[in-house]
């Protein structure tokens, strides 16, 4: 069965910093892709980072450029976002999601395997 399970989020404030992990189990963690998504109330998901199997390229979302860093430890089957600079608009729950070779990287239907999601509220 496989699991993502996503922890990390909670409240900071506006210009702080979060780190979220995602933990895998149930597949071959290093042949896939791994990327996080958001979702707004009221808003549909959005793509927000990726991660290729080998790690070798990484992919944002231009909101996200140069504030968000995603990493994975293949040794340990996580994920990670490190989220700098936060901004009261990005509150929302955000989620990791696997797939062996998405050939849109950026488009949630590409995705079969999605955690529960982890809130992240950033206050002004």
């Known amino acids: 069965q496989v699991q993502l399970a996503e922890s990390g989020g909670g409240l900071v404030q506006a210009g702080g910093s979060l780190r979220l992990s995602c933990l895998v189990s149930?597949?071959?963690?290093?042949?896939?892709?791994l990327a996080w998504f958001r979702q707004a109330p009221g808003k549909e998901r959005e793509f927000v980072s990726a991660?290729?199997?080998?790690?070798?390229?990484?992919y944002y979302a231009d909101s996200v450029k140069g504030r968000f860093t995603i990493s994975r430890d293949n040794a340990n089957n996580t994920v990670y976002l490190q989220m700098n600079t936060l901004v009261p608009e990005e509150t929302a729950v955000y989620s990791c999601?696997?797939?062996?070779?998405?050939?849109?990287?950026?488009?949630?239907?590409?995705?079969?395997?999605w955690g529960q999601g982890t809130q992240v509220t950033v206050s002004s």
């Open positions: 999601a696997a797939e062996r070779a998405p050939w849109n990287i950026m488009s949630v239907r590409q995705y079969n395997y």
């Open positions: 149930g597949l071959t963690f290093r042949m896939y892709t």
């Open positions: 991660i290729t199997s080998s790690g070798t390229r990484t």
